[in-house]
């Protein structure tokens, strides 16, 4: 499968957010501030705890110029932005995405502080050493050539920059037919174990690299996230063709008993330029 195709029918979205903003406020999108979406716009796992755990990894402050790599709808840049004070340059290469993001920063009045930029994250369109920190959350598992991300956002740092990632980690134990299964199904491809991954960003010149383990932290996230998926059925269905909200609904059943087995995990990682 694409990364397009997974994401088109993806069931976090933006008419997703702004309906159920809508339902809360009973209407009214009216004078909206980034923290009426924060429920609703975290495509991730932990939620604004998790961005800000991020945050602080990668050394975030109020001057920090920040780089988030495959950022989505920008959720988390919002976060960052309206917590931390921040610039935010958001890079998304699904065009509905980026422009969803646009349209949402502008919405709470964050266009001037979070800045959407459609492109590749394997090929970064920014001037070397022209950032202070990258973020990135469960996104390089659709990405082939992850040495190429982790490389470029080597070189956009500033000396000392920090770099902090989530992603989902293969152990030992998931087998090639799953691995076959989740390119298909979500277009997860070469996914890392947190030795690897280390290896990686080694590799992409990265120091004081760090490492951690999530999996038993987003096992019970993802169980949650199945049962809105499921509560979501509705919406789904009126979205998209049946067979794709029962499809959407099957991985990510198939995603919590590969978690459930101890075949696939996630991880938290970091290293300074």
Sequence with gaps: MR???FYDRHPISEPQVLAAVARRRGGDLSRLGPDDLFEFDQDH????????????RAGITAASRVLDVCAG????????????GCRVLALELHAGRAAGGVRL????GLDGRVRVVRGDATALPFRSASFDACVSQEALLHIDDKLAVLAGCRRVLVPGGRLAF???????????????????WMAATTLQSLDSYRALL????????EAEDLSD???PLVKARLATFRALRGDLAARL???RARDYEQLYAFFVGLLEDGKLGGGRLSGSA
């Design 217 to 219: 932290e987003w096992r």
């Design 241 to 243: 063709p049946e067979t």
């Design 166 to 184: 989530t992603d989902w980690i293969a152990h030992a134990s998931l087998g090639e037919r799953e691995r076959a299964r989740l390119v298909e």
């Design 202 to 209: 080694g590799r992409a010149g990265f120091v004081r690299v």
């Design 45 to 56: 796992y932990g939620g604004l705890k998790a961005v800000d755990e991020l945050a602080r």
């Design 3 to 5: 990364v397009d195709d």
């Design 105 to 108: 920063n502008r919405l709470v």
């Design 73 to 84: 709808l920008a959720g988390p840049a919002r976060f960052l932005a309206s917590r931390r």
